[in-house]
C-alpha cells in the first residue's frame, strides 16, 4: 500500500509537471516598461511614467555586477538545477502549518516567480514555480535566465531592471559604467528594496543597507570574483548615490513639458493610459540645449527679474520659442518649479497683449493694399471719429488718444511701428476694420475668445485684450516664413517599444498672408529693434525683428521676435493686475526686462544657426494720406544715423554701444540733476522731476507730490473716462 501510494504521488506529480508549460511570455505586470518621454534628438530621456523599465542584454551588464547579484541571491547559481529542494520542502511546511511561502528561492526561482507567476501565495503555485524553474533550466542557458531575472526584479525608486536600478541610484549612468563597489550595492538592494537605500531617512534601514553591502562584498570574495584587500576597502562605506528624489519625474521644468506632452497626446487621441498600458516612446520637439538656454534667461540673464527671488508671488515669467517653419516648440520656460506650481506660464497664462498686438494691424493694413509709406497720425492726443478720420477734441463720440512715445506730427507705418505710436495703429484699425484685424490675428493663431470681447472697441489695436505668449510665438512666426500659419506642438514621433509608428500624428498649416506682407512687415519690425523700442533684443550676427508691448500701469511686458528660422515670445505680468516694478529697475517695459531675457535666450539658441537674412522689403500697396505732412517736415533719423547714436537710456543695449569705449565725462554730475525714466545719468537726484509738471513715470513713483496734483498738466482724467475711451493707455 505504502508502495502503490508513493506509485501514485509520484506519477501525480509527474503528470502536474508535463502539464505545467513554460509561457512563452512574461506575465503584463512583470514585462511591462515605463513609457519614455524624449527630447527631439530621440536619444536623452526627459522622464518615465509608469513602470521604470529598460531592458538589456546580458552582454551590457559588467561581470563584476553579475558576479555581486549572484553572490547576493544565490552563490551556487552557475552549477545549480535552478532549485533549490530545501527551500520547497521549508514552503510546504509553512504553508500546512498555517503559514506563508517565504524565502529560499534560487535565481531561478525567484524569475519564475517574478516573471511567469502570479503573486498568490499557496503551495500549489510553489510547485508550479518548482517545475518552470526546472523546465527553465532546461531550456534556456545561465546566461539568458540571468539576464530575465536582471531584467524583472526591482530594486526601488520605481526603478525595475539593473539598468533603471543604475541609472536611479548613481545619476543616470547606466549599468556598464558601475564600479565594484556600486554594482555591489544594487546587488545588496535586492533582498528588501525600498527598505535597503543609502538615502533612506529611516536611520536603522540605513545601518541594514550597510550590513547587506557588506555581506555581498564578502560572498564575493568566497565566489573568486573579488580580491580580499578591495572588499576590506569597499567595506569601508557605502558608495555615494544620488538623492532619492533628484531627477523626480516632474521636478523643474519636466512637468511642464511632460504635462504639455500629456494635453497633445491626448487632442491626438491617444490617452494616458494607452500610453502608460502601451510603454510608448514619444519624442518631443524640445531642444534640450535650448530648454536649458530658456531657463538660464528667464532666471539668470536679468538678476532683478530672477523667478525665486521676485517681491511678489504673483508676478510670473514665460518664454516659448517655435521654429517657424514648422510649427515645432524648440523650448519653453512655463514655471519655476512644476512641484511647486502646476500653473503653465505659456499654455495656461495669458496678459494684455499691449503694443505686441499691432503687428497684425500693420499685417491687415499691408494686406488691404496699404503701404508701408502711407502717412498716419502722430500728434498726440489725437481724435478720431468709428472710421479713423481726425476730428476736434471734444466731439461726441470721439476717441482720444495719447501716446507714450513722440511720434511726431504725421508718420509713416514703418516709423509708426519703430516708435510704437498709439496714434497711428488706432487710426489704422479703425481705416483697415476691426473685423478685419480680428481675423488677421485669428488667421495667426490667436484664439478668438481672447479677441471677440474686444470686436468693437478700437484698443484692440494697442492691446487692450489678453494673448497667451504660445500664441505670439507661433503667431509672429509666418512674418519670419512667408506667411504661413503652423500650429505650435511639442510632439514629434509616438512609437512602440520595437520602435513602430504607434500613430500618425497631423498639425495644422494654413495661410495667412503672402510674402510681400511677411515681407513689408519685417522691414517695419526690424526697425523696432534697430532704432526703437526694442534695442536690447538685437543680436549681434543676425538681423532681428519684433515688437515691445506695455501694459496700462505696468502690469504686463512682452518682447516678442523674430530671426528668419525661429519666433520667440517672452512676457512677465502680475496676475493680480498690479504694477511691475522691480528694486533698481523700476517699473517693467517691455523693452528693459523681456527684449534682455529675450536676446539672452537667442544668443545662446542661435549659435551654430546660420545667420539666414530676411526678404528685402518690397514696399508694395498704395501709398495713403490720413495725415497731412506740415509744411517743413521732420526728417526721420535713417538707420546709419541712429546706429551711430549711443546717447539715450535703452541705446546700452545696442551691441555696437556696449562694445564701444565712452569717453571721459568733462566735468562730475551736477548737484540736482534729475534723472530720466531709467534713472540715469549716474549721480542724478531722483527726487527732482526732469520737467514740470512732472511726467506720469515720475508721477508714479513719487504718489502723493503736489506737483504731480496740477490740473493744467494735460494728463486725461482717468478716474472719469472709460475703458474705450482711453484704450487703457497702452505704453509701448
Known sequence: ??????????????????????????????????????????????????????????????????????????????????????????????????????????????????????????????????????????????PEILQDYLNTIYFGRNAYGIQAASRAFFNGRPVDKLREDEGALLAAIIQQPGRFDPRSADKEARAETLVRYQYVLEGMVKTNALTQAKADQYKKRLPLTSPINKGQTFAGQKGYMIERAKIELGRQGITEKQIIDEGLRITTTFDKRKMEAARVAVEKAVPEAAPNK????????????????????????GGHDYLKDQFDNVWQGSAQAGSAMKPYVL????????????????????????SGNVVPNGTPGGLRIPNSHAGGTVTDLVHATQSSVNTAFVQLALKV????????????????????????????????????????????????????????????????????VYRKLSWEKHKVFDQAVAADATHAMRAVVQRGTGTAAALPD??????????????????VGYVPQVSTAVTMYNDKKKTLFLQG????????????IWHAYMAEATKGMSPAQFPPPVFGGTNQKFAT?????????????????????????????????????????????????????????????????????????????????????????????????TLARIKD
Open 433 to 500: 476694420g476691426l473685423p478685419e484685424v480680428i481675423k488677421t490675428a485669428e488667421d495667426a493663431g490667436i484664439a478668438s475668445d481672447l479677441l471677440k470681447p474686444y470686436k468693437g472697441q478700437a484698443g484692440l489695436a494697442l492691446g487692450i485684450n489678453d494673448v497667451r505668449p504660445i500664441e505670439q510665438a507661433a503667431g509672429y512666426a509666418p512674418f519670419a516664413n512667408g506667411g504661413t500659419y503652423h500650429q505650435p506642438h511639442v510632439i514629434r514621433k509616438v512609437t512602440r517599444t520595437d520602435g513602430s
Open 542 to 559: 543676425r538681423p532681428v525683428a519684433g515688437k515691445t508691448g506695455t501694459t496700462d500701469k505696468n502690469v504686463a511686458a512682452w518682447f
Open 1 to 142: 500500500m505504502c508502495g502503490l501510494g508513493l506509485l501514485g504521488m509520484f506519477t501525480l506529480v509527474g503528470v502536474a509537471y508535463a502539464m505545467t508549460p513554460v509561457p512563452k511570455a512574461g506575465n503584463e505586470d512583470a514585462t511591462k516598461q515605463a513609457a519614455i518621454f524624449y527630447y527631439a534628438d530621440g536619444k536623452s530621456e526627459i522622464a518615465r511614467m509608469g513602470r521604470n523599465r529598460e531592458l538589456i542584454t546580458i552582454d551590457k551588464v559588467p561581470m563584476h555586477v553579475q558576479e555581486a547579484v549572484i553572490a547576493a541571491e544565490n552563490r551556487s547559481f552557475r552549477s545549480d538545477r535552478g532549485f533549490s529542494p530545501t527551500g520547497i520542502a521549508r514552503a510546504a511546511w509553512v504553508n500546512v502549518t498555517g503559514g506563508s511561502t517565504q524565502g529560499g528561492s534560487t535565481i531561478t526561482q525567484q524569475l519564475a516567480k517574478n516573471y511567469y507567476l502570479t503573486d498568490e501565495r499557496s503551495i500549489s503555485r510553489k510547485f508550479k514555480e518548482l517545475f518552470i524553474s526546472v523546465k527553465l533550466g532546461e531550456q534556456k542557458t545561465k
Open 629 to 725: 505732412p506740415p509744411a517743413t517736415p521732420t526728417p526721420t533719423p535713417t538707420p546709419e544715423d541712429d546706429d551711430r547714436d549711443c546717447s539715450r537710456p535703452r541705446d546700452q543695449f545696442k551691441p555696437r554701444c556696449r562694445d564701444q569705449q565712452s569717453p571721459p565725462p568733462t566735468q562730475g554730475p551736477i548737484p540736482g540733476q534729475p534723472c530720466n525714466e531709467f534713472n540715469m545719468p549716474l549721480g542724478c537726484d531722483p527726487n527732482t522731476p526732469p520737467q514740470n509738471p512732472p511726467p506720469d513715470w515720475w508721477c508714479q513713483r513719487h504718489q502723493g507730490d503736489p506737483r504731480c496734483k496740477d490740473p493744467n498738466d494735460g494728463r486725461p482724467n482717468t478716474q472719469t473716462q472709460s475703458r474705450s475711451q
Open 585 to 596: 529697475l523700476g517699473e517693467v517695459e517691455g523693452g528693459l526686462v523681456p527684449a534682455r
Open 310 to 333: 521676485l517681491p511678489s508671488k504673483h508676478i510670473q515669467l514665460g518664454l516659448v520659442s517655435v521654429n517657424s517653419a514648422s510649427g515645432e516648440v524648440v523650448a519653453f520656460y
Open 363 to 386: 499685417a491687415t493694413a499691408l494686406k488691404d493694399g496699404y503701404s508701408l509709406k502711407t502717412l498716419v497720425e502722430g500728434k498726440s492726443p489725437t481724435t478720431f471719429d468709428g
